[in-house]
């Protein structure tokens, strides 16, 4: 499948502005609890574990050992 450049374009500056409004927070706190950190800190990694996943079983409908490589 193959998308136009408009389209990376547009994907790409929403993921960038929901980046700055992830920000937006410090602004308002100057001081985070641990309590919020570690919430914070767990809440990112299962985010980023199932991206990973994810990632991985797509890339194994392309065989292993260009998932592996990859």
């Not at 790409?12 to 100057?30: E, R, S, V």
């Not at 914070?40 to 299962?46: I, M, Q, R, T």
Request: hydrophobic share 55%; aromatic share 18%; glycine share 10%.
């Amino acid at each position: 499948m193959s998308y136009s450049v408009l389209t990376v374009f547009f994907y790409a500056m929403i993921t960038a502005l929901a980046t700055g409004l992830g920000a937006l927070p410090f602004l308002l706190f100057k001081k985070v609890s641990k309590r919020w950190l570690g919430y914070s800190n767990a809440v990112d990694a299962g985010l980023m574990l199932t991206a990973s996943f994810t990632l991985i079983f797509e890339g194994l409908e392309y065989g292993l050992w260009k998932t592996v490589l990859g």
